[in-house]
């Protein structure tokens, strides 16, 4: 976590900033897989694939060609396809057999995806932040259709239903702006080492989340995020 910028997908992804040269976080990351290529961060520019790494790292086992397939609404020859670019860029690996040996199985190439972008690729950069933001709008006006069938059905919502977008400004000095990001990834990491075995099935309940902290910057006399 040395780099002045990196996009930085936890089990979901993260866009992060540090000043170069800064401090690793205090949250021990094992098992980290760079990726600095500006070709291999290109081939994240599509949503399947999102969704694949999604999966992978945040459950930390092994699915299926056909499992992740249920979860694009492609099918399984298609997966195997993107399955296999992964693979050529180091993002995921062929595990080994369990039960039914007839189809391969997949896994994450580690514990967290760190995507390295202090090279000189924007387009690179730019592809992947649009795919990412697409695939939140996406689920973002699902969510309010969703809402709107509730309400028009009579459906008195759960009072504890988490906001479907939060947005604001908080006033924090430099040592607290620290804190706050240090804290918040804590709470995520913190949910996402106590889920059991069993809430990260194929078939368990998932909750998608997108996370930016934009510091304002001055610079001239100018404002800035």
């Known amino acids: 976590m040395k780099q002045a910028l990196k996009f930085l997908p936890m089990t979901r992804n993260t866009i992060e900033e540090q000043a170069e040269g800064a401090s690793t976080m205090e949250i021990d990351i094992p098992q980290v897989v760079s990726i600095t290529d500006p070709q291999a961060i290109r081939a994240l520019a599509h949503d399947a694939r999102l969704i694949v790494l999604d999966e992978l790292f945040a459950s930390q086992t092994t699915r299926t060609a056909t ?5 694009c609404a492609l099918t399984p020859s298609a997966m195997s396809y993107h399955l296999r670019a992964l693979e050529k860029y180091g993002y995921v690996i062929r595990a080994a057999s ?18 390295n972008t202090q090279i000189d690729s924007t387009n690179a950069k730019t592809a992947y932040l649009n795919v990412q933001l697409n695939a939140f709008r996406t689920r973002l006006n699902a969510e309010v259709q969703r809402r709107e069938a509730e309400a028009k059905a009579g459906i008195t919502p759960d009072p504890d239903r988490p906001p479907m977008l ?7 000095s430099e040592e607290k702006q620290r804190e706050f990001n240090r804290r918040m990834l804590d709470l995520v990491y ?15 309940r998932r909750m998608f989340y997108l996370i930016s902290l934009l510091p ?3 610079t001239s006399g100018e404002r800035t995020t």
């Not at 939060?166 to 924090?172: E, N, P, R």
């Not at 913190?190 to 368990?204: F, G, K, L, N």
């Open 98 to 115: 369990e039960g039914d040996a007839r189809e391969r199985r997949w896994r994450a190439a580690g514990e967290r995806l760190e995507l």
């Open 216 to 218: 304002e910057y001055q």
């Open 67 to 71: 499992e992740l397939a249920s979860l």
């Open 166 to 172: 939060t947005s604001g400004l908080v006033f924090l």
């Open 190 to 204: 913190e949910y996402e080492a106590t889920a059991t075995a069993e809430e990260r099935s194929i078939d368990s």
